[in-house]
């Protein structure tokens, strides 16, 4: 496939003519990188946009918390692009890419993009839609996948034992356990205060001591499982509210970037 058919299925370039896209297939530069390479980093100069040829490439920030992971705003691969935002103003990177594998990577200058805008005035318009879809598609999209990570992450992670204490602790807490506990004291009941298969000589006679060692021996195990539980659910609050920071932080960069680019397009339009 060659880099103008490549083009053509860039979602940014979608809306432009076979020969406006020959022309910035011409003029766009070539770059390999192996895996594991830093492209650019937050801060650098840009002036360029990339759109992957092959490989995958992953767009991220550095946790402002010590000791944490990177935050990962996009995983991209064959089609996609980045780096939008150098081409239409003249500040530094905003995050940073890396290549996952080795990449082939076509890389279009600001100076022929506006060049291009420049000329066809039309073109504006057509990035100025594909910019607003893939803003429309952000929100959603990030605090899907985080919400789903998270929960599947800590399911996997769970043994028999959170599992059983998960068990009882629904069980404690549920109508069910407090009718089969007045049924199972009913019968105890009743069946000793009766002769037991016509023998006077009771199992447990009143005032029911063994089946009163039985409740506490029962309540003694449903506390410490109760309390794993409960451990276990605030593991998980606290794994979705940082889940849940990090969507808000990857939005916020990812609204930003775009409400940018879409002000510079207006103005270029505008000014054409």
Known sequence: MSYQDLLQNVALFQGFRPAELELLAQHAVVHRHPAG??????GDPGTTL????????????LSPAPQSHPIVL????RGDYFGELSLFDNKARSAYARSIEDVELLGITQMHLTDHITRHPR???????ALADRLRMTDDLLTHCAA??????????M???????????????????????????????VVNALPLFGNRHMLDPYPYVFFNLLLAILVALQGPLIVMSQNRKATLDRARAEADYHVNLKNEVNIEILLAEIRHLRRKIDES
């Not at 073109?123 to 839609?129: C, D, R, S």
């Not at 043994?159 to 105890?188: E, H, K, M, P, Y």
């Open 37 to 42: 390479e830093l492209i650019f980093q937050q």
């Open 50 to 61: 990339y759109v992957i040829v092959s490989g995958q490439v992953e767009i991220y920030l």
């Open 74 to 77: 996009q995983q991209m691969t």
């Open 123 to 129: 073109a504006a318009l057509v990035l100025l839609e």
């Open 148 to 157: 789903k990570n998270v929960d599947a992450e800590l399911d996997k992670q």
């Open 159 to 189: 043994n028999w034992s959170d599992r059983l204490a998960d068990q009882v602790a629904t069980l404690n807490g549920s109508w069910a356990f407090i009718v089969l506990l007045l049924l199972l004291t009913t019968v105890w009941m």
